[in-house]
């Protein structure tokens, strides 16, 4: 069993950064691949990027390339989104999540329904 809260969403003018924070709690967090998506008002939940369970392989939504940094740190239990040069479109409540793989294959790091653990969210909202 994992529990999962997220961190640091707020209010910010487009242009400007946040860093989401997402500390897990129960037993063996290192081995779980680790992800984030996000979920605008009307709109299905999407993938923003994935971490493997040693930080080693990442992964992302083209949309977030060069703009967010996905990292973890196993001795804090604690996966990161560093989100830069953000844009409204980015307003969006953020979900961290935790799923256990045989394989870190694309679609399985980017579908809502391979992640066995989630958060309750943390709002983004990105003013212009």
């Known amino acids: 069993q994992v529990q999962l809260v997220e961190s640091g969403g707020g209010l910010v003018q487009a242009g400007g950064s946040l860093r989401l924070s997402c500390a897990a709690s129960?037993?063996?967090?290192?081995?779980?691949?680790m992800g984030w998506f996000r979920q605008a008002p009307g709109k299905e939940r999407d993938f923003v990027a994935a971490?493997?369970?040693?930080?080693?392989?990442?992964y992302y939504a083209d949309s977030m390339k060069g703009r967010f940094t996905i990292s973890r740190d196993n001795a804090k239990n604690t996966v990161y989104l560093q989100m830069n040069s953000l844009k409204p479109e980015d307003t969006a409540i953020y979900y961290c999540a935790a799923g256990l793989f045989l394989e870190n294959t694309i679609v399985t790091v980017t579908t809502t329904s391979s992640y066995f653990y989630w958060g309750q969210g943390t709002q983004v909202t990105v003013s212009s």
């Open positions: 971490i493997s369970w040693s930080g080693g392989r990442t």
């Open positions: 129960g037993r063996s967090f290192s081995t779980y691949t």
